[in-house]
């Protein structure tokens, strides 16, 4: 083995630079491809770091091999692990972002924004050079590497869903769940849940209900279990979320209920407090509502901003609707609070001085008031908002 080529095996060399040897000849140095045998010694140095989850040097030395022999099933191979050590390493990164004080291991700081970055750049470079190699063999030349390959893209598929919802890319969360749904003509459970998730945070009510209702069979089932499954909860919430958005109130309320009944030590129980209080509402039930949401800002006061906001936002709507324009704006000023310069603010303020209006003018009938065009529904009136 050629100094340069041990050089190279050894830690301190840098991603992408290993593209040829440097070896003395009687004219000074010349370019010459290792060879196949130097290769794979490379490829098993990877593989060994890979084992001792030294997921650094594993991820460089299996670049090295995807760049030394490219558009090969070995370069393939390489890239695969490649990714795999990436993921491991963010998710390392993610462990240390949620415990700063608790270093893991001797590795370095590093940014899981960055990562991700890297990680999608090149698992859309390693997807492109598989497809090629695919579309370029006959179906009778490596068949059994092919189904190898179709489960490592697989793989890697399901390692970017998980990715992209991790970072809150809905969209693209989406665009994965229906690439791998065409692949495999099926949908995990896990999977059908992200993608309502997705249509939930992005506010796309009809296709939230549509995922929803295909799931309504498989909930109906597991809820006879004792005690039923924890994933049923949070699906429960967000059914009851969909049916309230959607102005079905009687669903929303049932839905609601039915959480209560199989999940007593509820795990979100604010929200689902907050979902009932919409209901009593639009039932005209202000003071039983009020109460609710007076016990989640009491309850939780830990809750997050957008939950505080939601509930003192809803508080000030119950005023409103009965023309209480001073404990409204009272409402309005304590969204103000909770949630300044946010997406609440300029919208609080508006009512605000709306209210200010309302109170210092002649006081209008009943009738006039609630058909008024400052009184609007919860919903249109709330910005738009992640559940």
């Not at 001792?52 to 760049?67: C, I, K, N, P």
């Not at 809750?303 to 009272?330: F, G, I, P």
């Not at 309005?332 to 609440?344: F, I, N, P, T």
């Not at 309302?358 to 919903?379: L, P």
Request: with cysteine; hydrophobic share 40%.
């Amino acid at each position: 083995m050629t100094l340069a080529w041990q050089l190279a095996m050894s830690r301190p060399t840098r991603r992408f630079t290993l593209l040829f040897i440097l070896v003395g000849t009687s004219g000074g140095l010349l370019a010459q491809s290792p060879s196949q045998e130097e290769v794979l010694d490379l490829y098993r140095a990877a593989a060994e770091a890979y084992a001792q989850q030294d997921w650094d040097l594993a991820s460089e030395r299996f670049s090295q091999v995807a760049h030394l022999r490219p558009a090969t099933p070995l370069a393939i191979e390489a890239g695969f692990y490649d990714l795999l050590a990436m993921h491991r390493r963010m998710q390392i990164d993610t462990l240390r972002a949620a415990s700063p004080s608790e270093p893991v291991g001797n590795m370095p700081k590093s940014s899981p924004e960055m990562h991700r970055v890297r990680f999608a750049q090149a698992c859309s470079h390693w997807h492109c050079l598989a497809s090629s190699w695919m579309q370029s063999q006959g179906s009778t030349k490596t068949p059994s590497y092919i189904g190898t390959l179709e489960g490592r893209i697989d793989s890697v598929l399901r390692i970017e869903i998980e990715q992209a919802f991790a970072s809150k890319s809905y969209r693209q969360t989406l665009s994965l769940l229906n690439q791998i749904r065409r692949q495999s003509n099926t949908e995990s459970l896990e999977h059908e849940l992200m993608g309502l998730e997705c249509f939930v945070q992005l506010q796309r009510w009809t296709d939230a209900e549509n995922s929803v209702q295909s799931l309504q069979l498989r909930v109906e089932e597991d809820l006879a279990q004792s005690p039923p499954p924890d994933w049923i909860e949070r699906f429960l919430l967000r059914q009851a979320e969909v049916a309230m958005v959607l102005a079905k109130w009687k669903d929303a309320e049932s839905t609601v209920w039915k959480i209560r009944t199989h999940f007593p030590e509820c795990k979100v129980s604010a929200q689902v407090d907050y979902v009932l209080a919409r209901c009593w509402i639009h039932e005209a039930k202000f003071e039983q509502a009020r109460q609710l949401l007076a016990s989640i800002l009491e309850s939780h006061r830990d809750a997050t901003v957008d939950l505080q906001a939601k509930t003192w936002w809803t508080l000030a709507e119950s005023y409103l609707m009965q023309r209480n324009y001073h404990e409204a704006h009272a409402c309005y000023e304590q969204v103000l609070k909770v949630a300044v310069d946010s997406k609440w603010a300029e919208l609080a303020q508006r009512q605000m001085a709306m209210c200010r209006e309302a109170s210092g003018s002649s006081i209008a009938d009943r009738s006039e008031a609630n058909n008024s065009a400052a009184v609007r529904s919860t919903q249109k009136q709330m910005p738009k908002q992640s559940r």
